[in-house]
Nanobody, 124 residues
């Protein structure tokens, strides 16, 4: 059974930092794209950042460029999202996702496996 388990969410003041982790089990995703998405009520789930299978390519939404960094450790089957200079508008449930097929993708529909989500709340 494939599982993606996020951790590291919480409450932080504006300007602070959080590091999200996503541990995978049940299969290896070292040859597959992984990504972080977020959802706030009333909006569609949006891509935050994605990373290629070897970490050589990354994508960031314009809203997080220069503040967030995605990385992965294939030996540990884990992907990370370092979030700095957090803003209240970053408040959302953050989801980790993995693609079954693509080595790199920025398209939400290309991701097949999803975690349960972790809440990030940024206070002003």
């Amino acid at each position: 059974q494939v599982q993606l388990v996020e951790s590291g969410g919480g409450l932080v003041q504006a300007g602070g930092s959080l590091r999200l982790s996503c541990a995978t089990s049940g299969r290896t995703f070292s040859r597959n794209a992984m990504g972080w998405f977020r959802h706030t009520p009333g909006k569609e789930r949006e891509v935050v950042a994605t990373i290629s299978r070897n970490g050589g390519s990354t994508y960031y939404a314009d809203s997080v460029k220069g503040r967030f960094t995605i990385s992965r450790d294939n030996a540990k089957n884990t992907v990370y999202l370092q979030m700095n200079s957090l803003k209240p508008e970053d408040t959302a449930v953050y989801y980790c996702a993995a693609s079954a097929v693509y080595g790199f993708s920025t398209t939400r529909g290309h991701y097949d496996y999803w975690g349960q989500g972790t809440q990030v709340t940024v206070s002003s």
